[in-house]
């Protein structure tokens, strides 16, 4: 099945500054990818997705890219805020699934001090 | 729009107890998800269902889990004879169909003792 590999557990980043956050799938006819936040104490909140038909999209400051020939999607999130402070999920879902269930990264959390 | 309801948010039980939780997706959502959250394993698929119907248990359990969506306001999953490693946080989230966006319940989260 589809294994959804996130490179950084951890990212400090100075208010302001960008952040990206990076994942990988295994399964090439994925096609959904949506971003999940979660704050602490709280659950998944939903912040931005791309489908395989695009390589690109933003949403205010929230930019995600998508690599399908290196399997590879990012959250790019620009001028950071301290309310971004919270933990990042990437998920994949399509392909070889019969259905809409998430495949989910370790997710990484991020840090934004001023 | 109260988002979706999950209920109790802690429950704690002792070992070989059983455990049901409850789940109310958004109104007009027709495809409810079971997920599991624990620090070790992370986010897990466990079941799927469609208008009511079950779709994709893959990820359950297979001996003590089950679930089930008796009318389009609620689903429950059952945990019969609860064992220590049961213990997580149990994720409800409903959509409007497959590859868009889930809203996910605030979780209960079951410890076994």
């Known amino acids: 099945g589809e294994k959804v590999e996130q490179h950084e557990s951890t990212l400090s980043v100075r208010e302001g500054d960008s952040a990206v956050i990076n994942c990988t799938y295994t399964d090439t006819a994925s096609s959904y990818f949506p971003w999940y936040k979660q704050e602490a104490g709280k659950s998944l909140h939903f912040v931005i997705d791309i489908r395989s038909n695009v390589d690109r999209k933003q949403s205010q400051r929230l930019i995600v890219l998508l690599d399908k020939k290196a399997k590879r999607f990012s959250l790019h999130i620009t001028a950071t805020q301290p309310e971004d402070s919270a933990i990042y999920f990437c998920?994949?879902?399509?392909?070889?699934?019969?259905?809409?269930?998430?495949?989910f990264g370790r997710g990484t959390r991020l840090q934004v001090y001023a | 729009n109260a988002g979706v309801i999950q209920t109790p948010r802690h429950k704690v039980t002792g070992k070989g107890q059983e455990a049901t939780l409850w789940c109310e997706p958004i109104s007009g959502h027709s495809a409810v998800f079971w997920y599991r959250q624990t620090i070790v394993q992370g986010l897990e698929f466990l079941t799927y269902?469609?208008?009511?119907?079950?779709?994709?248990d893959s990820g359950m359990p297979k001996e003590r889990f089950s679930a089930q969506m008796p009318n389009q306001s609620h689903s429950t999953l059952k945990i019969q004879s609860t064992q220590p490693q049961d213990s997580a946080v149990y994720l409800c989230?409903?959509?409007?169909?497959?590859?868009?966006?889930?809203?996910f319940g605030p979780g209960t989260r079951l410890t076994v003792l």
């Open positions: 989230a409903s959509s409007l169909g497959d590859w868009v966006e889930q809203y």
């Open positions: 998920a994949a879902s399509g392909g070889t699934q019969v259905v809409g269930q998430l495949t």
């Open positions: 269902f469609r208008n009511q119907a079950p779709i994709d």
